[in-house]
T-cell receptor, first 114, second 112 residues
Framework: DAKTTQPPSMDCAEGRAANLPCNHS???????VYWYRQIHSQGPQYIIH???NNETNEMASLIITEDRKSSTLILPHATLRDTAVYYC???????????????FGKGTLLTVNP | NAGVTQTPKFQVLKTGQSMTLQCAQD?????MYWYRQDPGMGLRLIYY???????DKGEVPNGYNVSRLNKREFSLRLESAAPSQTSVYFC???????????FGPGTRLTVT
């Protein structure tokens, strides 16, 4: 699986957009980009995923560069409850075997400040 | 819907004791997973079950066994607990596409 690189920590003011970057320069054509987050002491929570097009849902937007070597997760109006560790994960299309595995790195600790 | 439930929430074991962590999901998902998370680390996959009746090893299977009891339930067994197995254990489930994994609240296990 492709490796991802994320900054260890970021700060954001409440009500502002939080833009979390992720580098995945070795991503291959059949690999998706996933974002999960983990609020302190809770289980991880799925946020969004994409292949090559930008994606938006009720939680966030995912912007993937044209060469697919990096992506940005955008929380449009961050709240204090968005303080969490955010994980960027790259994984092949689900074709069985170990493709089910999500490889969690250390992620980015996003702190939303009042 | 309760989603993914795990029992117990907390457990303290002595070295050499055995125990089973229980996980159940009510979302009719085919796939289920067991992860462990050590302090300051990301999650690591222990075992997974792609569908009822199948189980496969993940990254760190040594010292663990699993049983996919039925479509709803996936248990993790520690036969002889060791201090290195002190961790937080998360169970998850997903449909066959596996894009969105739903996680349980975790079991915090301490082995002394």
């Amino acid at each position: 699986d492709a490796k991802t690189t994320q900054p260890p920590s970021m700060d954001c003011a409440e009500g502002r957009a939080a833009n979390l970057p992720c580098n995945h320069s070795t991503i291959s054509g059949n690999e998706y980009v996933y974002w999960y987050r983990q609020i302190h002491s809770q289980g991880p929570q799925y946020i969004i995923h994409g292949l090559k097009n930008n994606e938006t849902n009720e939680m966030a937007s995912l912007i993937i560069t044209e060469d697919r070597k990096s992506s940005t997760l955008i929380l449009p109006h961050a709240t204090l409850r968005d303080t969490a560790v955010y994980y960027c994960i790259v994984r092949p299309r689900n074709s069985g075997g170990s493709n089910y595995k999500l490889t969690f790195g250390k992620g980015t600790l996003l702190t939303v400040n009042p | 819907n309760a989603g993914v439930t795990q029992t117990p929430k907390f457990q303290v074991l002595k070295t050499g004791q055995s125990m089973t962590l229980q996980c159940a999901q009510d979302m009719n998902h085919n796939s289920m997973y067991w992860y462990r998370q050590d302090p300051g680390m990301g999650l690591r996959l222990i075992y997974y079950s792609a569908s009822e009746g199948t189980t496969d090893k993940g990254e760190v299977p040594n010292g663990y066994n699993v049983s996919r009891l039925n479509k709803r339930e996936f248990s993790l067994r520690l036969e002889s607990a060791a201090p290195s197995q002190t961790s937080v254990y998360f169970c998850a489930s997903s449909d066959s596409q596996g894009h969105e994994q739903y996680f349980g609240p975790g079991t915090r296990l301490t082995v002394t």
